[in-house]
């Protein structure tokens, strides 16, 4: 391995705000036909909005999910989970005898992935219960909206610092009196990882992440201006692309570790999930070489007396970043440090 590698994955640089010329922008194509789209700091803010405003009676969380989403949820209201299995399908079966009128229903875009179709024809017989789709890992899913509400969250896709995007297609959620944004330290990493192409400096701008994330919380705060301006301008098809690609590249080599075979793919990746069963040496290993790979999610909210499939899952799943920041050069190298870990 080269020593001058750059490192892949990891914390975005902060995007220049330059409106590309071809297609539409993330922020065109997150809120096309929406009665109204607001414009939260961060996504589990968005959430909370929801709940604060409609006050379903329970909320239902698949039982693989991101503890910080709890954060989003109000006291008092009662917190049901329901099975996705080592698949991430949710079990429907289990929602349709257990869901009561006036019950919320979360359910995840996992790592870009449309829900079931089985989702939208629920949702349009039972309008007594308040679906809400979390986009956060998603930017395109290749197919429409299966519910009325989505929660979008653009820092884990490109260098946009914060932004949790409420689109309510139907305008059913009160609009939020938002606060202009206060301390903006929270963009200092990406400043920081933007002054650092070779990366030479990654243990400063990471802590300083690693902070920066710990420190998110639910809020009343409105999007950044910087961010704001990159989803205006950012166009969707170039990043859509390449990460189709990379993806694709991955997946020749890697098919019989992958969460998801899918070709082709029309909906837009996070990263390559995979299941390895040594997940935390392989993130070690990779870590040596510069290659960083997310774990979604290693500690799990749910029981797992309750939801063993789950668990066991998130401890064998990590994610290989494929996004726009690499080529196919930069997939056949990880592909390969893979493979040699594993022989």
Sequence with gaps: ????????????????????????????????????????????????????????????????????????????????????????????????????????????????????????????????????????????????????????????????????????????VPAPLLELPGDTKFIDPYRMRAADPAGQHNERWYAAFRSVEAAMAVSRQAISVESRRILERTAVDPIANARRGNYRTLLETLSSHALFGDLPIDWVPLGFPMRFEDADGLCAWLAEHRVFAPRHWRDLPSPESDFPEEHALSRSLLTLPCDQRYGEDDMRFMAELVERYIG
């Excluded at 005898?97 to 006036?102: H, P, V």
């Excluded at 809400?132 to 509400?149: F, K």
């Design 1 to 172: 391995m080269p020593a001058t590698r750059e490192p892949i994955g990891g914390v975005f640089a902060l995007e220049e705000p330059v409106r590309q010329a071809d297609g539409e922008t993330l922020l065109e194509r997150w809120s096309k036909g929406a009665a109204a789209v607001h414009l939260f700091h961060n996504a589990r803010s968005a959430l909370s909005h929801i709940l604060n405003s409609m006050q379903p009676s329970r909320l239902w969380l698949p039982a693989y999910l991101c503890p910080d989403t709890l954060q989003a949820v109000p006291d008092g209201l009662t917190l049901l989970y329901y099975p996705v299995g080592s698949t991430l399908e949710p079990n429907f079966e289990v929602l349709e005898s257990e869901m009561r009128a006036g019950d919320a229903v979360l359910g995840i875009a996992y790592f870009g992935r449309l829900q079931p179709s089985v989702w939208r024809s629920m949702a349009q017989r039972r309008q007594d219960i308040l679906w809400i789709e979390d986009y956060a890992q998603a930017l395109d899913t290749g197919g429409g909206p299966l519910s009325s509400l989505r929660i979008y969250s653009p820092r884990k896709l490109l260098g946009a610092p914060d932004g949790g995007i409420l689109v309510d297609t139907d305008g059913k």
